[in-house]
């Protein structure tokens, strides 16, 4: 039936307010010449191997003996999931914890296409030179990512984007530290994955519902819609958060509580210490004064669940109430 259009023919011009429309001329045959109107190749087209196959093979005494190890290579925007094959050789051979985190590092210099680290397990961690395309992190399962530019690189990483869309969509486990900005709906679906980044678009932590997210910039309008659990820390240089963010569901305040105020130093040392963002370390170096430009984000329906609460006077007014 594929182009078959002399088989279809119009049987109602619709309403009378569509009483001049047409379809025939969609319905026109073009002459396709010598060639057929429809795929008359046989079988299938072969898809090339991916880089996994190469980073599995150099991986040999890994597998064999359990080594721990460091590979690189050279990337393209063309080399796709990268980690994904190799983590489920990983998984099959040692379980979903059985690596220790860092056991196998494979430092990439590049463009990273789609999907880098898309299911990475625990004991992979994966380090761009460079920058990396949408889904990074798509499923994250325990790996450990870190895009960062060349130290040549005279771009400044807070200002500009280092990775794409949908970032860590649906995450459970692991790592992000990217320097740099992601694009839209950064973390969307993140169920348990740590993230530090230096901005990102619209849509940010959309159906996030677990986790930690540390943004070191701004953020893009709606931010928040659906997020209904775990936490997120924004460093709002120009005081415009407060017009980005979803309020139906959230609650937002400066970080009132020393431990979360510690939680949020240690992840932006760690940030600095994966990537060596000049921006962050700025940030680290004069802690006093960006700490107060720190918003601590988080589901108002979550708030009662946190280990520790947001503020310290809370547990006081609890105690005096039950008092």
């Known amino acids: 039936m594929i182009g078959r259009t002399d088989l279809l023919h119009q049987i109602s011009r619709g309403s009378e307010m569509l009483d001049d429309l047409d379809l025939n001329p969609l319905l026109v045959q073009a002459d396709p010449g010598p060639y057929a109107r429809y795929c008359t190749i046989q079988g299938r087209n072969e898809v090339p191997e991916t880089l996994d196959a190469q980073m599995i093979a150099d991986a ?37 914890f059985g690596l220790q ?28 030179l ?22 040549s690189s005279p771009l400044r990483s807070n200002e500009n984007t280092i ?35 230096e901005g990102c678009g619209s849509n940010g932590l959309r159906i996030h519902d677990r986790g930690t997210a540390v943004i070191l910039g701004p953020v893009g309008d709606n931010f928040g819609a659906g997020f209904t659990g775990g936490m997120a820390f924004v460093y709002d240089a120009d005081d415009e958060f407060t017009v980005r963010v979803n309020p139906d569901t959230l609650v937002w305040q400066r970080v009132a509580h020393p431990h979360w105020a510690e939680v949020l130093r240690d992840l932006v040392a760690r940030h600095v210490a994966e990537t060596t963002s000049q921006h962050a370390a700025r940030l680290l170096n004069d802690w006093q004064r960006a700490l107060p ?7 108002k329906e979550f708030v009662r669940h946190l280990p520790v609460p947001l503020d310290p006077m809370s547990v006081e007014d609890l105690e005096a109430r039950r008092a």
Do not use: C
Not at 101 to 124: D, E, I, N, W, Y
């Open 163 to 197: 990775i794409g869309n949908t970032v860590l969509y649906g995450a459970t486990a692991g790592a992000l530290f990217a320097a740099g900005q992601a694009g839209e709906r950064f973390a969307v679906r993140n169920s348990g994955a740590i993230a530090v980044v």
């Open 293 to 299: 430009r720190f918003w601590q984000v988080v589901p």
């Open 60 to 96: 040999a005494p890994l597998f064999e003996h359990g080594e721990k190890m460091q590979l690189q290579y050279t990337i393209r925007n063309t080399h796709r999931a990268i980690g994904t094959k190799i983590s489920s050789k990983i998984t099959r051979k040692f379980g979903m």
């Open 130 to 151: 460079g920058d990396a395309n949408d889904y990074v992190g798509k499923g994250l399962s325990g790996a450990t990512i870190v895009v960062r530019t060349a130290p």
């Open 101 to 128: 985190p860092g056991h196998l590092t494979v430092r990439l210099r590049g463009s990273a296409g789609q999907s880098l680290g898309a299911f990475a397990v625990q004991g992979v961690k994966l380090e761009v």
